[in-house]
């Protein structure tokens, strides 16, 4: 019921840009904004960018997002080996009522 | 800063009962829907209820469905979760949090074993 489309990993060296992509349909992505959250093996996820392209204060602007139709995308660029850890996309679904999480991917900077 | 600190996590049987808190501070916590989000061992996120401000709107995850509760506290700034007919597939890491701006808490576990 509540998974949006990710790939389960990517991976890059450093100083590289990856990029990773969030699919889901016209209830969730196509009508409301995108969320990414990163997370860092046993802690909690942290909001990385919100309302489709936005940075929180104290997110470096290496990262950013993009929406277009029913996907979203992350770009990750200058490659750190800090930057290894798990990202999620979320939405909001208006018509389940319910907010949807992509299955994660899983960032490996080689 | 905002802070949210979940409690109330334990070991508990399958059928059995169990209500998490969450405690709210460094935001005007009653301007915010708030949520519940749950991660199992090894995978991934899984949302499973938010609330509106003034709790007149609940929705939740179909496998959760007459079995959870949401509730909150504007009073006292807090968010909670009543569990209930608990089943080993809701063993998890539960987080409070606020989805759409910067602020999740730390965590507490529920384990549904026997």
């Known amino acids: 019921q509540s998974v949006l489309t990710q790939p389960p990993s990517a991976s890059g060296t450093p100083g590289q840009s990856v990029t990773i992509s969030c699919s889901g349909s016209r209830s969730n992505v196509g009508s409301d904004s995108v969320y990414w959250y990163q997370q860092f093996p046993g802690t909690a996820p942290k909001l990385l960018i919100y309302?489709?392209?936005q940075r929180p204060s104290g997110v470096p602007d290496r990262f950013s997002g993009s929406k277009s139709g029913t996907s979203a995308s992350l770009a990750i660029s200058g490659l750190q080996f800090d930057d290894e850890a798990d990202y999620y996309c979320?939405?909001?679904?208006?018509?389940?009522?319910?907010?949807?999480f992509g299955g994660g991917t899983k960032l490996t900077v080689l | 800063e905002v802070q949210l600190v979940e409690s109330g996590g334990d070991l508990v049987q399958p059928g059995g009962s169990l209500r998490l808190s969450c405690a709210a501070s460094?935001?005007?916590?009653?301007?915010?829907?708030m949520s519940w989000v749950r991660q199992a061992p090894g995978r991934g996120l899984e949302w499973v209820a938010n609330i509106k401000q003034d709790g007149s709107e609940k929705y939740y995850v179909d496998s959760v469905k007459g079995r959870f509760t949401i509730s909150r506290d504007n009073a006292k700034k807090s968010l909670y979760l009543q569990m209930k007919s608990l089943r080993a597939e809701d063993t998890a890491v539960y987080y409070c949090?606020?989805?759409?701006?910067?602020?999740w808490g730390q965590g507490t576990m529920v384990t549904v074993s026997s």
């Open positions: 309302r489709n392209d």
């Open positions: 949090a606020r989805m759409r701006d910067p602020g």
């Open positions: 979320a939405a909001w679904d208006g018509s389940l009522r319910v907010w949807m």
């Open positions: 460094g935001f005007m916590f009653s301007s915010y829907w």
